[in-house]
């Protein structure tokens, strides 16, 4: 049996496998947010731990014989979070989260100090990376900056809990800036622009090798043999794409979660940052990926669902009664709620309703946002499509996967067939499960498997061009708003 632990944003979820790749079951724990001022994010790592043992409880009770056969523990993670350790590895601050906004001047003052930024890292300076916010932490707390020994990823604080062991894996160190991503190991260059150093980061193995052993006090609380082996990991989207088998190049997917994330695999190393795109390292030797991200995505639909005070599947199926008559008639909706990444780069780009009526309905409303977060995707695509990378199909995962219509209407938007696969709302649990599977010894091709597809949604062009006017007032409205 294999455990694996994807500490998102919202939620710490785990998830069971057999050694033929079954999933025996899952659990998951839930997180807050704190935005303590406008543009910060930030959570407690206390946090994390208390709602990872909440969901080891769940699990091990579902499946107690299960869970007791569980050898090896593989780690997904939300990436980009600043984990601040003192000397004797106590959490100086709450962390620092990828959703963060603040540090803008920071990310400026990086790219004028690190000339080689884009050439080493692959990637612009973004208010949501580790390596500005550390320069933002050494200006506004300079008592925390001076007090800091370590430096860890979300997950990889998890694990320091799990085994005692500070270490990363490269797949998750490509979303800090202080990574020569080509080469795999830190950039001393990088690093010295932050006034940190090797000293300050923990060792690199790759996601799919030991990092270290459970710690034996913690096994016989969880009722565990004594070796049971933890993977490097990987960040939750690398993760996620080794849960569909997501493994070779051209192969991508689309994550629906909190954010919204066009991942495609490549075989080496192609930086394009220009486009605000992502260039990192795939959670396999010798296996890159080229990323672009939206900050808001699924969390836009409970943002409204919370706004009108309904639950997402009454307003999802009151827009499919009202379907032939939205589309139409819909305000155009920018899903910016926490400033947006690719292809903008803009921590204060906003979130708009343009174009409300007193004839607007509810449904009008939420047609607005899944349209709006489809559009941020093609976006996306774009944004990759002229960094040369080009894909004919997309498998779908994370929690909005779970709607026919949404991804009927993002594989429209694309033009672009969605596939959606059996479990895929498991996203980086079932990639961390496997990766624990792969650090005892397992081999990728038994473990990297497709996932059956459940669910094929081939692109309308009827509504392709039916949506592209849509599209083209959706880009617009953003250029014509940027900076007011």
Known sequence: MYLGIDLGTSEVKLLLLDGRGAIVGTAGSTLTLQSPQPLWSEQHPADWWTATQAAVAQLRNAHPAEFAQVRGIGLSGQMHGAVLLGSDDTVLRPAILWNDGRCHTECAELEAAAPALHDIAGNLAMPGFTAPKLLWVSRHE???????????????????????????????????????????????????????????????????????????????????GAEVIVAGGAGDNAASAIGIGATQPGNGFISLGTSGVLFVVNDRYRPNPASAVHAFCHALPARWHQMSVMLSAASCLRWFCNLVGLHESTLLAELARNDSAVTDAAPIFLPYLAGERTPHN??????????????????????????????????????????GTQVRQLSLVGGGSRSPYWAQLIADALDVEIVVHAGSEAGGALGAARLGWLATGGQVADVCTRPAISARFAPSSTRHARLAPRLARFRDLYQRLKGA
């Open 346 to 387: 803009d921590p204060f780009a906003p979130g708009v309703f343009h174009g409300l009526k007193s004839r607007t309905t509810r449904a009008d409303c939420t047609y607005a946002v899944l349209e709006g977060v489809a559009f941020g995707l093609a976006d996306g695509l774009a944004a990759l499509r002229a960094a």
């Open 142 to 224: 300079p008592d925390v900056f001076a007090r800091v020994a370590s430096v860890l990823l979300p997950k990889d604080w998890l694990r320091l809990q799990l085994t005692g062991e500070k270490v990363s894996d490269p797949s998750d160190a490509a979303g800090t800036l202080w990574l020569d991503v080509a080469r795999r190991d830190w950039s001393d260059e990088l690093l010295a622009a932050t006034g940190l150093t090797r000293a300050h980061m923990p060792r690199l193995v790759e996601a799919s090798e030991p990092s270290g052993v459970l710690r034996p006090e913690l096994a016989a609380a969880w009722g565990l």
